[in-house]
């Protein structure tokens, strides 16, 4: 397995629940943990991967070549959620991250996987992307062309990979999140709750074991839709 930006939160969760269930993971991340040096994260090798910039993602796909690693399914993770007030630079951070890698490295991906054998790609997206967003207009864009390639994707990789979509609303909040947000937040989809990472893990399990499904675009939202 290969999940980017599976240092923390719903990519670490992903990670560790894979090697749980007997994958070998690869994740990326920016910075290595201090934590991993007293405790390695078992099963999971990490790579240092910056996806700002082209060289960056490059950088990452040549090492994962000269690695000769080869993986059952490439989870797309990596983002960062920057609101509209950060600055114009903001939409071109975002979009290298959640638009460019994902480009890129998918279209490495002929040596990327294992020779035989089921093989799956997986963008995790947004609500936003199908939705739009006030505040957070080139996070959810940016996460919109990135649902709109793995339509593209699942019509470039078919038959040999399956290419599909996980859209979450609220999965977890952040430690610097308020108490008003976080009741704002769970007010908004019907089901009212902060569910976990679980989720997630449960959707990508789907998507990857079921043979029949592609170019499709699985909503975690609690019903923040309706
Ligand atoms: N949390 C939630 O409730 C929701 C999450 N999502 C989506 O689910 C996914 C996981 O969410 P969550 O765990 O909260 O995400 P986080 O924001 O906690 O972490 C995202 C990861 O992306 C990595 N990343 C950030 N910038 C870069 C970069 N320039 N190059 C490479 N990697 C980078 C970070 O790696 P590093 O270790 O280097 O910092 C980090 O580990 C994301 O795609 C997010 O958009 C969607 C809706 C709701
Ligand atoms: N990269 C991230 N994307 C998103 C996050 C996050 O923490 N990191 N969080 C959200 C929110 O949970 C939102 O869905 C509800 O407040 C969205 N995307």
């Not at 290969?2 to 990519?11: H, K």
């Not at 062309?145 to 909040?173: C, D, H, Q």
């Not at 019907?190 to 959707?203: A, D, H, K, R, W």
Request: proline share 3%.
């Amino acid at each position: 397995m290969l999940i980017t930006g599976g240092g923390q939160r719903i990519g670490l969760h992903c990670a560790q629940r894979f090697v749980e269930d007997g994958y070998h993971v690869t994740i990326t991340c920016r910075n290595f943990r201090k934590e991993w040096a007293e405790n390695p994260l078992e099963g999971i090798d990490v790579i240092q991967a910056d996806f700002s910039t082209i060289e960056g993602i490059e950088e990452f796909i040549d090492t994962i070549k000269s690695q000769g690693k080869k993986f059952r399914a490439i989870i797309h993770n990596a983002s960062q959620w920057l609101d509209d007030s950060e600055g114009y630079e903001s939409f071109q951070t975002m979009f290298m991250i959640h638009m460019q890698a994902p480009y890129m490295i998918n279209n490495a991906c002929d040596v990327l996987f294992y020779d035989n054998g089921p093989a799956d790609i997986v963008h995790v997206t947004d609500y936003g992307a199908q939705h739009g967003s006030g505040k957070h207009v080139a996070y959810a864009s940016t996460k919109a062309g990135l649902e709109n390639m793995t339509l593209s994707y699942a019509k470039k990789l078919a038959p040999r990979v399956k290419v599909n979509s996980i859209a979450p609303f609220l999965i977890m909040f952040n430690k610097w999140d308020s108490e008003e947000y976080k009741e704002k937040s769970l007010n908004k989809s019907v089901l009212g709750i902060e569910p976990g990472p679980e989720v997630v893990y449960q959707g990508v399990r789907y998507l990857m074991d079921n043979i029949y499904v592609t170019g499709e675009c699985l909503n975690l939202d609690g019903g923040r839709h309706l």
